[in-house]
């Protein structure tokens, strides 16, 4: 099947910036559109950011101008590069994708790694 992992969260003060790595690999064929969500404590999960095969991309009004998704084919990867960052920032992020694999086109979620901003 196929794994998506997550890397590069950690804590941050306010005004830092930080930048995820997700990691895509296993049994593809080609990826599709790939996301970032994120989940804070006590709220429901909620898409931040995400990118087509094409590369357009589209952003929660929350990240706008701070936030920048990314990625690199080759490598089966995408990238969220975060800016200023914000305590209200602070959640459990995790990538997501849609894979082909073989002629199936499937979604996979990553693990979660956990990002906190403190003010």
């Known amino acids: 099947q196929v794994q998506l992992v997550e890397s590069g969260g950690g804590l941050v003060q306010a005004g830092g910036s930080l930048r995820l790595s997700c990691a895509a690999s296993?049994?593809?064929?080609?990826?599709?559109?790939m996301n970032w969500y994120r989940q804070a404590p006590g709220k429901q999960r909620e898409l931040v950011a995400r990118?087509?095969?094409?590369?357009?991309?589209n952003y929660a009004d929350s990240v706008k101008g701070r936030f920048t998704i990314s990625r690199d084919n080759a490598k089966n990867t995408e990238y969220l590069q975060m800016n200023s960052l914000k305590p209200e920032d602070t959640a459990v992020y995790y990538c997501?994708?849609?894979?082909?694999?073989?002629?199936?086109?499937?979604?996979?979620w990553g693990q979660g790694i956990q990002v906190t901003v403190s003010s």
């Open positions: 997501n994708a849609d894979v082909w694999v073989g002629v199936q086109l499937k979604n996979f």
């Open positions: 296993g049994s593809i064929t080609s990826i599709g559109g």
């Open positions: 990118i087509t095969s094409g590369g357009s991309t």
